[in-house]
C-alpha cells in the first residue's frame, strides 16, 4: 500500500513538472507577440492576470481540500490529485466526488470489526 503512494506521488509530480516546463517554453515563445497586445490597453492585462490568478486560486483550494478529505477517507489522496488536475473540464472532480460518496469506511466503534492501525484496513469482520 505504501509503496503505490509513493508511486503515485510521483506519477503527479512527473505530469505537474512536464506541465510547468511546456507552459513556460510557451510563454517565453509567445510573449514578444502578445507584448504589443498587452502594451496597448493596460485593461486586457489586468483581465488576464486577474482570470489567471482566478483559476489558479480555485485549483489550489480545490487540492487541498481533495487531498485532506481524501486522506480522511482513506483513499489514494496522489490519485485523486492527479485525477482532478488533469482530467480536463472538471470530469475529475465529478468523478471524484462520485468515489467519495460510493467509499464506505467501516464505523471505528464498532464492536465486530477490527481495522489495522498502519493501514486502516479490516483485519477481520465476524459476527
Not at 89 to 110: C, E, Q, S, T, W
Amino acid at each position: 500500500m505504501r509503496n503505490f503512494k509513493y508511486l503515485g506521488m510521483l506519477v503527479f509530480w512527473i505530469i505537474t513538472s512536464g506541465m510547468l516546463i511546456f507552459l513556460a517554453v510557451a510563454g517565453y515563445w509567445m510573449i514578444p507577440y502578445m507584448a504589443d497586445m498587452f502594451n496597448e490597453d493596460r485593461v486586457w492585462f489586468t483581465i488576464t492576470a486577474l482570470a489567471v490568478l482566478l483559476f489558479m486560486g480555485l485549483y489550489v483550494t480545490l487540492g487541498v481540500f481533495i487531498y485532506k478529505d481524501s486522506s480522511l477517507k482513506k483513499m489514494n489522496t496522489w490519485l485523486w490529485l492527479t485525477a482532478v488536475f488533469y482530467i480536463p473540464n472538471f470530469m475529475g472532480v465529478v468523478l471524484y466526488f462520485y468515489a467519495r460518496r460510493r467509499h464506505k469506511i467501516p464505523a471505528a466503534n464498532d464492536m465486530h470489526t477490527q481495522i489495522c492501525p498502519h493501514c486502516g484496513h479490516i483485519i477481520h469482520a465476524g459476527e
